[in-house]
């Protein structure tokens, strides 16, 4: 698949309706979206160190032994450790349970990857300044025996690179970011714009690189099958699927703007959106789209697995990618939505003014009752012409969502 994820850090949050993780867990719920601080999308992910871990974490990709991956998080911190080196960045196998590796933050503002499994740390250090954002990306292959790999970089520049090493024999399953230990209160940690890449295909199969990440999310409805509001309208069906965050509830509760549902259940059955423009999103002219990928979230009123078909139809046009949940993966579906990330588009060419279209598409028919609270197109680019200050803390985002 390439490009697993792509996370402008601006939607998932524990919510009354259930547990989103279309983007991301919070496990240590300290968090909020930071509209203020941020690089240039629409707002960060911050988690304030109150004396206890306060982390959030991405586990929702498909995680095999033998398989590369490449993490990127850009990190910004406003203060220091007090003693001893927190971990800010860790990664981990066996669903979560086993830490392989982490990069630690010192009291002098010293980042260094650290060995978990064996001891010790890694290649170099290098020391950060606070209230600045640096590009933070790890390499890692766990395979059976000594046949396992780690990288680790800043801001593209390689601190450690090793391969032949005995790690785990058991799949890399989970990136933990944010405050990995306990220290003294009042501390900020910004997360923003990260990026899951795999080694397969041709395309973003290594590290990600630098990149912004923006959403698009439904402004008007385009066509809809079957399709209806919450509350069973047939009108403004965009409403209830460009939430922020998206917060569904069970079927039978769902309103006009919580969620759209598909009771009759046949194949044929779906919603077609028209999506924000690139420009209205705040991408500049000049700018070069990396790539597309669509996202959803979608619950039904039973347990039973289920799936969902999700498109960019127009601006570019994509192939659809049909996702599957079940019980086992995100609980009770009435109350634990499932986030499902399709297939990335590489490198088109788009109408900056003009919105795309996206499609989800009810792909198994039953009796449950399908629900979406939110889709969207994710969009990562880069700004070779974009004049800012790339070593501070963005106070006020030069692009407006």
Aim: overall charge neutral; some cysteine; charged content about 15%.
């Amino acid at each position: 698949m390439a490009r697993l994820i792509t996370a402008a850090m601006e939607i998932a949050a524990n919510s009354t309706g259930g547990v989103n993780n279309l983007e991301f867990a919070a496990p240590a719920q300290t968090g909020v979206k930071d509209t203020t601080t941020k690089r240039i999308s629409g707002a960060s992910w911050k988690q304030t160190m109150a004396g206890a871990l306060a982390y959030c974490e991405f586990s929702q990709f498909p995680r095999v032994l033998g398989t590369t991956y490449f993490i990127r998080a850009y990190l910004a911190v406003s203060g220091f450790p007090t003693s001893t080196a927190l971990s800010i960045f860790s990664l981990l196998s066996n669903a979560g349970a086993t830490e392989i590796c982490n990069v630690s933050l010192s009291s002098a503002g010293v980042i260094v990857l650290n060995n978990v499994v064996g001891g010790g740390t890694l290649g170099n250090s290098q020391t950060i300044q606070l209230n600045v954002f640096y590009r933070f990306e790890i390499k890692i292959l766990l395979a059976t025996g000594s046949t396992d790999a780690l990288e680790f970089r800043v801001d593209g520049n390689p601190l450690y690179s090793a391969t032949g090493l005995t790690l785990s024999d058991i799949a890399f399953s989970t990136v933990r970011l944010g405050w990995l230990g306990t220290d003294a209160g009042g501390k900020f940690i910004w997360i923003d714009d990260v990026a899951i890449n795999d080694s397969n295909g041709t395309d973003q199969n290594s590290f990600p690189g630098d990149g912004h990440i923006v959403y698009l999310f439904p402004a008007s409805d385009s066509s809809r099958v079957g399709f209806t509001t919450g509350a069973a309208g047939t009108t403004n069906l965009w409403d209830a699927v460009n939430n922020e965050p998206p917060i569904g509830v069970i079927a039978t509760s769902g309103t006009a703007t919580s969620q759209i549902k598909d009771a009759t259940n046949n194949i044929t059955d779906n919603y077609v959106a028209n999506m924000q423009s690139y420009t209205v999103a705040g991408i500049p002219t000049g700018a070069v789209i990396k790539l597309v990928q669509p996202f959803a979230d979608f619950g039904g009123s039973t347990t039973v697995a289920q799936s969902i078909g999700i498109t960019v139809v127009t601006n570019p046009a994509g192939s659809e990618d049909v996702k599957t949940g079940n019980a086992a993966l995100v609980g009770t579906w009435d109350t634990g939505w499932a986030g499902f990330w399709g297939t990335a588009i590489y490198n088109p060419a788009v109408t900056f003014g003009t919105g795309p279209t996206m499609k989800v598409r009810q792909n198994t028919a039953s009796t449950v009752t399908r629900s979406v609270d939110v889709m969207g197109i994710a969009v990562e680019f880069t700004t070779p012409s974009l004049v800012y200050e790339p070593r501070r803390v963005a106070r006020n985002s030069l692009l407006r969502r």
